[in-house]
């Protein structure tokens, strides 16, 4: 198995950062991609550059998710379409924790279900799930710390748990699941990154960070691979970023951080 064994992918989220360069990757290696994004001129520019077939479709939509599932034999499914919002629960909204479900885990799971079923029959297939460190560990807020949104943390902890139960459902095809896990990446979920007056510029102009070909090709490397060999799961962080914190707050400073909510509560 491989890309030789392969012949049509899906990816979503494929208008910019990761999906884009994953579809030119894809293309790469001689796949047909259907490349499924909202953004019409940016899918336009895409298929214009690598000659990706045009998926204008929003992720919400079922029924338009359910037409394309039917329209083509997909061999590789790239799940990579995601939002991020940045909250802790106590300040956490109802809107983004709809969006972040939807968008992140409700899509993932339709799709999947849409698709590989179909990939099961011809016993041939890979599904590239691409989730986050923030799906495995908690991040507290300090100068280095974009999202500390418990609703993303929460979806991304989603896709883990369904690329690990989809193998199970799948044991004895040829069907193979991957989770690709990055640490930060230099996407657009930084929005005009360089910006002098964006407080999010820092994130990024100040730390050294992942490109989204770093991911592209870590999923090609999965997807690649030969038949006997099933790359699970690969986390993929910045070489000068570290995951993981043991923190005691003092009694003192306990105190001072329920007053201080105590305070917010009152005002």
Same mark, same amino acid.
């Given at each position: 198995m491989g890309f030789s064994d392969y012949r049509t992918a899906l990816v979503t989220g494929a208008?910019?950062?990761?999906?884009?360069?994953?579809? !030119? !990757?894809? @293309?790469?290696?001689?796949?047909?991609?259907h490349a499924l994004a909202r953004d019409h001129? @940016?899918?336009?520019?895409?298929?214009?550059?690598?000659?990706? !077939?045009?998926?204008?479709?929003?992720?919400?939509?079922?029924?338009?998710?359910t037409q394309l599932a039917g329209s083509a034999e997909f061999d590789v499914l790239v799940n990579n379409a995601g939002q991020s919002r940045r909250s802790n629960i106590l300040g956490t909204a109802p809107e983004d924790v709809d969006t972040l479900v939807d968008v992140n885990l409700r899509a993932v799971l339709h799709l999947t279900r849409l698709v590989v079923p179909g990939m099961a029959k011809r016993d041939r297939g890979h599904v590239v799930n691409v989730s986050s460190i923030a799906g495995h560990y908690a991040f507290g807020e300090n100068a280095t710390t974009f999202n500390s949104s418990v609703a993303y943390h929460a979806t991304k902890a989603g896709i883990h748990s369904l690329s690990q139960q989809l193998r199970v459902d799948l044991y004895g095809t040829r069907v193979r699941v991957t989770e690709i896990s990055p640490g930060r990446v230099a996407t657009s979920i930084f929005q005009n990154q360089n910006a002098a007056d964006n407080p999010d510029a820092r994130f990024v102009g100040a730390f050294e960070t992942l490109q989204s070909d770093d991911i592209a090709d870590a999923i090609a490397f999965a997807v690649g691979a030969p038949a006997r060999m099933n790359v699970a799961m690969i986390e993929v962080v910045p070489t000068f970023q570290v995951v993981g914190e043991l923190r005691f707050a003092s009694r003192s400073e306990a105190a001072r951080l329920k007053d201080m909510r105590s305070g917010?509560?009152?005002a």
């Open positions: 208008s910019s950062g990761i999906g884009a360069a994953t579809v !030119r !990757r894809l @293309r790469a290696e001689g796949l047909e991609v001129q @940016r899918l336009a520019s895409l298929s214009a550059e690598t000659g990706c !077939r045009i998926c204008e479709v929003d992720v919400n939509d079922l029924a338009a998710l917010a509560d009152n």
